[in-house]
């Protein structure tokens, strides 16, 4: 299975850039596709309809302003959405994370902080690991490896007082 990453623009490319490494890490492959819920909605409605063919588990859609796209996408889905809100005007992403977040009951998008790349290809890895027990062992490394580095950052600090 891989992840569908769908950004509204190519100006969240840099931002969403960090969640295909981290899927990288976890050998899940990823497809990034340039779409628009207000601009290319047909685009959008296609590409979602034929995920499954191409192997699709879930998506990470990634927008900013009135970031529709995570909705527009889990409108024609049943499999998992994860919002990444971008913070693309002087609203610092206020505005895309609220239309992201306030979804109408039995639509969910399961919305990540503001430019929350890292941690929407997290979860998507948590979402694949239900019904992977070597994905589930990575992710306890990961988790390991992530506790590892604070207690090296720790000792550190304690160094220098």
Not at 58 to 83: C, D, K, N, Q, R
Not at 90 to 107: E, F, H, R, Y
Not at 140 to 158: F, G, I, N, Q
């Amino acid at each position: 299975m891989k992840v569908a990453i769908v950004i509204g623009s190519d100006s969240d490319w840099p931002i969403m850039k960090p969640a295909v490494e981290i899927l990288k890490q976890f050998d899940i492959a990823s497809e990034v596709v340039v779409a628009s819920a207000h601009r290319t909605p047909a685009k959008v409605r296609d590409f979602v309809l034929s995920a499954p063919e191409h192997g699709i588990g879930a998506f990470i859609s990634a927008a900013g302003m009135a970031a529709h796209l995570g909705g527009v996408i889990a409108s024609y889905t049943t499999l998992p959405v994860i919002g990444v809100p971008i913070n693309a005007t002087s609203l610092n992403g206020m505005d895309a994370l609220l239309s992201t977040v306030q979804m109408p009951p039995g639509i969910p998008v399961a919305t990540m902080a503001i430019n929350g790349a890292k941690n929407a290809a997290l979860f998507a890895v948590e979402i694949f690991a239900v019904a992977d027990a070597d994905l589930q062992k990575k992710l306890k490394a990961y988790r390991e490896k992530l506790a590892a580095e604070v207690d090296k950052k720790a000792a550190h600090v304690a160094a220098q007082l």
